[in-house]
């Protein structure tokens, strides 16, 4: 045997076999895609069957597994829900308070987190993190209290007992905001100061061009949430002219008793639109997880 191939030999019989390490490492990794799997299909699994209801014909809804296809796709089911029904005024509602709740939590959110970011007063932190401690207080608990304040400005069943309360701006959207005010450099603002700009000016020429990122996460945030609330403008609204989707769900059911098609309809009227928003701005949803863990 010459030196060489002693060599190799020797060279082969030193090189490692595989790591069990990442044996390991791969056995997890599949476990993990194994339970996110399984996580989506029980998640999308309950949109799914709202679809699937939604097109079905009334005579094939328990004629077979409510997961099956249906045998003839139909529309009727929402053309009935908008035409024989009132949730085209629901529909008008709900986007008048989500798009007027979402525009004052912008405006109002803004001015108040350059306040808890910016400026100097006594007082300003303890301020900021017990208007933030009130995150921690369930809405049921402000609700009666809420509730007795509309009642005595005789704003029941109008639009400012039902904006009232969400467009002033919340705990939320002002720590998300303050977060994001923090990482923009002051030097930006004193030489702005040099050339004579205000804090209106300020904000508005530098503060909000610099915060589109934000802002727009904030306005999506707010407008699934105002879409989707249910318990306040039940209180506060009486007439069938002022409820929202939400509201209007719940009373088609009531009245209708139980019409799955139809509600399913009724519910993917309502459920289409937030779906759509979330797969067009999710990177902007998870951005604002992002920027508001860490807290300065």
């Given at each position: 045997?010459?030196?060489?191939e002693?060599?190799?030999?020797?060279?082969?019989?030193q090189?490692?076999?595989?790591?069990n390490?990442?044996?390991?490492?791969?056995?997890?990794?599949?476990?993990?895609?194994?339970?996110l799997?399984?996580?989506?299909?029980?998640?999308?699994?309950?949109?799914?069957?709202?679809?699937?209801?939604?097109?079905?014909?009334?005579?094939?809804?328990?004629a077979?597994?409510p997961?099956?296809?249906p045998?003839?796709?139909?529309?009727?089911?929402?053309?009935?829900?908008?035409?024989?029904?009132?949730?085209?005024?629901?529909?008008?509602?709900?986007?008048?308070?989500?798009?007027?709740?979402?525009?004052?939590q912008?405006?109002?959110s803004?001015?108040?987190?350059?306040a808890?970011?910016?400026?100097?007063?006594?007082?300003?932190?303890?301020?900021f993190?017990?208007?933030?401690?009130?995150?921690?207080?369930p809405?049921?608990v402000?609700?009666?209290?809420?509730?007795?304040?509309?009642?005595?400005?005789?704003?029941?069943?109008?639009?400012?007992?039902l904006?009232?309360?969400?467009?002033?701006?919340t705990?939320?959207?002002?720590?998300?905001m303050?977060?994001?005010?923090?990482?923009?450099?002051?030097?930006?603002?004193?030489?702005?100061?040099i050339?004579?700009?205000?804090?209106?000016q300020?904000?508005?020429?530098?503060?909000?061009?610099?915060?589109?990122?934000?802002l727009?996460?904030?306005?999506?945030?707010?407008?699934?949430?105002?879409?989707?609330?249910f318990?306040w403008?039940?209180?506060?609204?009486?007439?069938?002219?002022?409820?929202?989707?939400?509201?209007?769900?719940?009373?088609?059911?009531?009245?209708?008793?139980?019409?799955?098609?139809?509600?399913?309809?009724?519910?993917?009227?309502?459920?289409?639109?937030?779906?759509?928003?979330?797969?067009?701005?999710?990177?902007?949803i998870?951005?604002?997880?992002?920027?508001g863990?860490g807290?300065?």
């Amino acid at each position: 045997m010459s030196s060489l191939e002693a060599g190799l030999r020797l060279e082969q019989g030193q090189r490692p076999a595989p790591s069990n390490r990442l044996l390991r490492h791969l056995l997890a990794n599949a476990i993990w895609y194994i339970i996110l799997v399984l996580g989506a299909i029980v998640s999308l699994f309950p949109y799914y069957l709202a679809l699937l209801t939604s097109l079905k014909p009334v005579s094939q809804i328990f004629a077979g597994a409510p997961w099956s296809l249906p045998g003839t796709f139909t529309l009727d089911n929402y053309i009935s829900v908008l035409t024989q029904y009132s949730f085209p005024s629901y529909i008008v509602q709900t986007l008048i308070f989500a798009v007027v709740a979402t525009v004052g939590q912008l405006i109002f959110s803004t001015f108040a987190s350059y306040a808890f970011a910016r400026m100097k007063f006594p007082g300003r932190d303890t301020i900021f993190w017990l208007y933030l401690a009130t995150m921690m207080v369930p809405n049921i608990v402000t609700l009666i209290p809420l509730f007795i304040l509309m009642r005595t400005f005789h704003w029941i069943d109008t639009y400012f007992g039902l904006l009232l309360p969400y467009v002033l701006g919340t705990p939320y959207g002002i720590f998300l905001m303050r977060q994001f005010f923090k990482t923009i450099p002051t030097d930006l603002e004193n030489s702005a100061r040099i050339e004579g700009a205000n804090t209106l000016q300020i904000i508005a020429q530098i503060i909000i061009p610099l915060s589109r990122p934000i802002l727009g996460t904030l306005a999506v945030i707010t407008f699934v949430q105002q879409w989707n609330n249910f318990l306040w403008p039940l209180i506060i609204t009486n007439s069938q002219s002022m409820r929202v989707l939400t509201v209007g769900i719940a009373s088609f059911q009531s009245s209708e008793g139980a019409q799955w098609h139809l509600m399913m309809a009724a519910t993917f009227v309502a459920l289409g639109p937030l779906l759509l928003l979330f797969f067009i701005f999710q990177k902007r949803i998870v951005q604002s997880i992002h920027l508001g863990s860490g807290i300065k």
